[in-house]
């Protein structure tokens, strides 16, 4: 079965610095995505970043952008210039690829607050 | 274009009552999932809806949970009676089908 993992509950980061989230997942698949999902405070989930598996670019958002490491079955999150409002809960998530969709299996989450 | 919406957005209630949640997708996503996360743990998968089918209902705890979409629109997932291990918060996410997943902001349950 895959298993999503982030071994870091609550993070804190200065605003404008830089910080990075882990997470690492287990699968046999070849063919799947990743996602980083962000929910803030009493607020609705939002995707931040999608990342496919066959593809070896490592995808970027603005100041969000992943760390793919297949081999290693790694999916860490760099956000720079953290801003306050990044504040949330990030969540690393996975999902099989193909046929209809499939469902997410996601981490624990890490709870990451920004400070001024 | 309007979000996902859920309702309510927290609910409170004794062991052994029965709650109803509803979950209105983004009109036009024929996909629709249900997602429960337990305090501390991960967010699972409960079950997933293309129009008003169960594609897939292998996350559903056990059978206090009920699960519909009439007309393949809005959602709605009954739990009765109530135990004290289903408290959580409850996301519903649809889809167009391209894996553009769009959240609600959820509903906390609290069962005492």
């Known amino acids: 079965a895959q298993t999503v993992t982030q071994s870091q509950p609550e993070m804190s980061v200065q605003e404008a610095e830089t910080v990075t989230l882990s997470c690492t997942y287990d699968?046999?698949?070849?063919?799947?995505?990743l996602f980083w999902y962000k929910q803030p405070p009493s607020r609705q989930m939002i995707l931040v970043i999608r990342q496919e598996a066959y593809k070896q670019q490592n995808a970027t958002e603005n100041r969000f952008s992943v760390n793919f490491q297949k081999a290693a079955k790694s999916f860490s999150l760099k956000i720079s210039d953290s801003q306050l409002g990044d504040t949330a809960m990030y969540f690393c998530a996975f999902m099989n690829y193909g046929g209809s969709q499939g469902n997410l299996i996601f981490g624990k989450g890490t709870k990451l607050s920004v400070k001024p | 274009e309007a979000g996902v919406t859920q309702f309510p957005s927290h609910s409170v209630i004794e062991k052994g009552q029965t709650v109803t949640l509803r979950c209105d997708p983004i009109s036009g996503h024929d996909n629709l999932y249900w997602y429960r996360r337990v305090m501390g743990k991960e967010i699972k998968f409960l079950l997933h809806f293309v129009k008003e089918s169960k594609q897939d209902e292998s996350g559903m705890p056990n059978n206090r949970f009920l699960a519909e979409r009439t007309g393949g629109t809005y959602s709605t997932l009954k739990v009765q009676p109530a135990e004290l291990e289903d408290s959580g918060v409850y996301f519903c996410a649809s889809s167009p089908g391209d894996n553009g997943y769009t959240f609600g902001s959820g509903t906390r349950l609290t069962v005492v």
């Open positions: 699968t046999s698949e070849n063919n799947y995505y």
